[in-house]
């Protein structure tokens, strides 16, 4: 138990495209597609049940990751609250599932998923790899961000519009000027916008402070018309 819950981990560091890692990413495609495939052709109520499944997970596993880091001294309202966008999503996604929330459905598909694929890809894992918990943690949690959003969309049938990416825009944008205030004040680096994390991620091929939110600013935009160029390739044609 100390080996898969303790704060010093002997069997580390986490690397990245290792084995353990491309096991995680091929399973998180695994589920997610049986899921999808599986769930299209069920009725409502058991596609009811299964949202339920996946939001109960996130829902736990996000609480546990806050007990683990109470549990070994690291919680702080500097780095734990649930400001980051994946972390945010996390909750949001739990209520997406269960309320079926478009709005929320909006931000979860068109920054959700991104975001999340960026985490899978290169998780911030540390010493932390296979089989302590944290590794189950960021892949779970990443992983069911990804699989909400298109299970949304390719089982419930939701869609995007012009309008969803106007909205996902601009209440983004109002939640990144929150953050950046809040960070000021509390001296936090939530969203990685007051200065890059001091592990090494992405952010350290693009340029100092503060001109690197300007591309993040850019790559935000990128993505969203990239997510939504599906739907409106689909509009098009049927008009």
Known sequence: METFFGKDFIDGPFVLFSTQHLIAI????????????IQRRAAP??????????AILLVVNESLWHIWNFSIGEWSIQTMLPLHLCSVLVWLCAYMLVTKNRTIYE?????????????????????YAFPHFRYFQVFLSHGLIIISALYMTLVEGY???????KRVAIYGNIYFLFVFVLN????????????????ASLL???????????????????FILLFYSPFAIKD????
């Open 26 to 37: 091929f399973g998180i495609i695994l589920v997610g597609t049986l899921i999808i495939l």
């Open 45 to 54: 109520q058991q596609r009811l049940r299964v949202r339920w499944v996946m």
């Open 107 to 127: 931000f979860a598909y068109l920054i959700g998923i991104a975001g999340a694929l960026q985490a899978v890809l290169t998780p911030d894992l540390g010493q």
């Open 159 to 165: 869609r995007l519009t012009w309008g969803s990416v």
């Open 184 to 199: 000021f004040i509390i001296g936090s680096n939530y969203l990685f916008i007051a200065h890059k994390p001091e592990t």
């Open 204 to 222: 350290d091929v693009l340029p100092p402070w503060p001109y690197y939110l300007v591309i993040i600013e850019l790559l935000a935009a990128f």
């Open 236 to 239: 098009k044609f049927k008009k």
